[in-house]
């Protein structure tokens, strides 16, 4: 990559790689910045947008060596900065289930999960019950409030052991 020049190509940069040779691949190169340039995107997301959009697998290839060469697509920060923007209002159950539908396997969630600074989901609990509830404290609900308040954490995806120490201590 040689020199960028935000006014004329977008905040891409001009010349391109030698290896990039046919029109298609220096297309999808500029395609996959232009979206990495939007926002952050796992490796399957890219993929797919690309391959979606026509480009050849063996194209499409190429160019995420390319920009994975460059960190610009990198599924471990991707899972630790949402852990980081959305642990506090999501489940790790539901958290998963999110990336999972971005193309980040379970087993590699719970892995970035393990060594990540991650607080837990207490915070994220106790958060959500304190806007649910308005003000009130726990015991001043009615075993049916309680009720409903546990039936939707549940659905949430916490566990009933993190949502009966939230409601026990609370």
């Known amino acids: 990559m040689k020199e960028w020049n935000d006014k004329n190509s977008g905040g891409l940069p001009q010349g391109m790689p030698p290896e990039f040779q046919t029109t298609e691949e220096k297309k999808g190169l500029t395609r996959a910045l232009k979206l990495l340039l939007v926002k952050d995107r796992t490796q399957w997301e890219l993929t797919d ?36 923007s959305h642990g506090d209002r999501y489940s790790i159950r539901e958290m998963q289930q999110k990336l999972r539908s971005r193309g980040i396997s379970k087993d590699f969630f719970y892995e970035v999960l393990e060594s990540s600074d991650y607080e ?43 949502i009966r120490e939230i409601f026990s201590f609370s």
């Open 49 to 84: 947008q690309l391959l979606s959009e026509g480009y050849a697998q063996s194209d499409v290839q190429k160019i995420l060596e390319y920009v994975k060469s460059f960190g610009y697509i990198n599924d471990r920060r991707y899972v630790d900065l949402y852990l980081i």
């Open 120 to 162: 837990g989901e207490e915070p994220a609990l106790k958060k959500i019950l304190a806007k649910r509830l308005k003000g009130r404290s726990v015991e001043e609900l009615t075993y049916e409030e309680k009720q409903k308040h546990m039936a939707y954490f549940a659905r949430k995806g916490y566990s009933f052991e993190k």
